[in-house]
């Protein structure tokens, strides 16, 4: 009996597809959009899609028409054709604004963008196309069903985002290779991070981060620079321990702190000595 399952199953199948293939060639458009219902509910979006796709310019003018454009974008959707699941649920938006499907569509648009969304170390453009579609889908519908929801996606890209920012500004600390420049640019992308995202997890690292640029900024600086740039250095040690007390980073900043209180006072002899040396000439 085994042996002839393979066959039994071979011909099951090319009768599935003689089917499919038969409906799709049909012109009787009543049996052809029921023929994508039933695969639609049988989750065999390929088939249903295109069929519907088929459809829709038969359909214009009948009540069908809507519902067919709507399953349409929700078969590319569950096929993770999400750039075009956004496009057919943006299409469907603009075309049927007052469709009892509008919102749903707005936020599967919003979703299928989301889920294009790459992981936080690559280029976010389209997770920030994500946001702004989120963003727009809670203005429009503010008492949607689909609220709590939205706000919780809204929140996971955010967070990537934040991420990818943090990142980036960490990276200009790396990179630094003992050139001032690059330890300015550091404590530069460090602040902006900080303004950017005041209530980050990341901005008491942040924080100990700017302090070590902004040491290394001034060793690394000419001499008639580094008095100045040392002092900024106690300045953000100081903000540091204020806003951090209990910080994982308080030994080291306070290290920081401390060499830097060392190279303040050899700049201090070392401009009493050349102030001593110039009097006496």
């Known amino acids: 009996m085994l042996s002839y399952l393979p066959i039994l199953l071979t011909v099951l199948l090319l009768g599935s597809c003689g089917k499919y293939n038969k409906i799709l060639k049909s012109d ?9 219902l039933s695969y639609y509910e049988k989750e065999e979006y390929d088939k249903a899609g295109a069929l519907l796709e088929d459809l829709m310019p038969l359909l214009k003018g009948r009540s069908e028409y809507e519902r067919a454009n709507f399953l349409y974008a929700y078969t590319k959707f569950y096929q993770h054709l999400y750039l075009e699941s956004s496009f057919h649920f ?8 007052r469709s009892q499907y509008a919102e749903e569509a707005a936020f599967m648009n919003a979703r299928s963008l989301t889920n294009e969304s790459p992981s936080y170390n690559l280029d976010q453009q389209s997770t920030a196309q994500a946001m702004s579609a989120l963003q727009e889908f809670m203005r429009r519908y503010p008492q949607s069903k689909y609220m709590a929801e939205a706000n919780k996606v809204y929140d996971e890209l955010s967070g990537k985002v934040e991420v990818k920012a943090f990142n980036s500004a960490k990276q200009y600390y790396k990179l630094t290779n003992y050139d001032p420049q690059y330890y300015k640019a550091a404590v530069v992308a460090l602040e902006n991070f900080r303004k950017s995202y005041p209530s980050s997890v990341y901005n008491e690292e942040a924080a100990y ?8 900024y001034a060793k690394e600086s000419i001499e008639s620079k580094q008095q100045e740039r040392f002092a900024e250095v106690v300045t953000f040690y100081q903000a540091f321990i204020d806003a951090y007390p209990k910080s994982k980073f308080s030994r080291s900043a306070e290290q920081i702190y401390e060499a830097t209180q060392q190279e303040l006072e050899k700049l201090k002899k070392s401009q009493t000595v050349t102030a001593t040396t110039t009097t006496n000439q």
């Open 28 to 36: 009787d458009v009543d049996k052809k959009y029921a023929a994508a």
């Open 90 to 97: 943006t299409s469907f938006g603009q075309t049927f604004p």
């Open 209 to 216: 981060l700017r302090i070590d640029a902004q040491y290394n």
